[in-house]
């Protein structure tokens, strides 16, 4: 008999790691620092929850995968996306000295929505035309 199917269950805080991440950390931040930064938080940022900063189901600390594609999950969702690009736009001047344009904004979106999306990228595109980009 084959393995049982089990429920995904979200335990990541997203929008807390996207702000983090950009707000925070900065240019000097890597998503393996913010691993490390998750497995010492013992409160969910965004629940208030016991959290032991590690995957439950494997006991290992969150793997940079896990930790970015929940983060533009996060970005990504309808609601978000104007706080995201204020966000990254935010994160772009301060960093870089850099204006994000909306051509550069759609290239990082739908990058991350190839990685981040995979089989609701189509429907994403979609929703949001504004987005596809020429390859």
């Known amino acids: 008999?084959?393995?049982?199917?089990?429920?995904?269950?979200?335990?990541?805080?997203?929008?807390?790691?996207?702000r983090y991440y950009y707000e925070k950390m900065g240019k000097a931040g890597s998503l393996a620092k913010l691993s490390v930064h998750l497995s010492k938080i013992t409160e969910h940022p965004e629940t208030g929850e016991v959290f032991s900063g590690v995957n439950p189901n494997t006991g290992m600390p969150f793997s940079a995968q896990a930790i970015q594609q929940a983060m533009w999950r996060w970005a990504l969702a309808d609601e978000n996306l104007k706080t995201s690009h204020d966000i990254y736009a935010k994160f772009m001047i301060d960093e870089y000295g850099e204006y994000l344009s909306d051509e550069k904004w759609a290239v990082i979106v739908n990058a991350q929505a190839k990685l981040c999306l995979k089989t609701a990228y189509a429907r994403f595109l979609r929703r949001h035309p504004e987005f596809v980009v020429e390859q």
Not at 11 to 16: D, S
């Open 1 to 18: 008999m084959g393995m049982p199917k089990t429920f995904k269950r979200k335990f990541l805080p997203e929008e807390y790691l996207f």
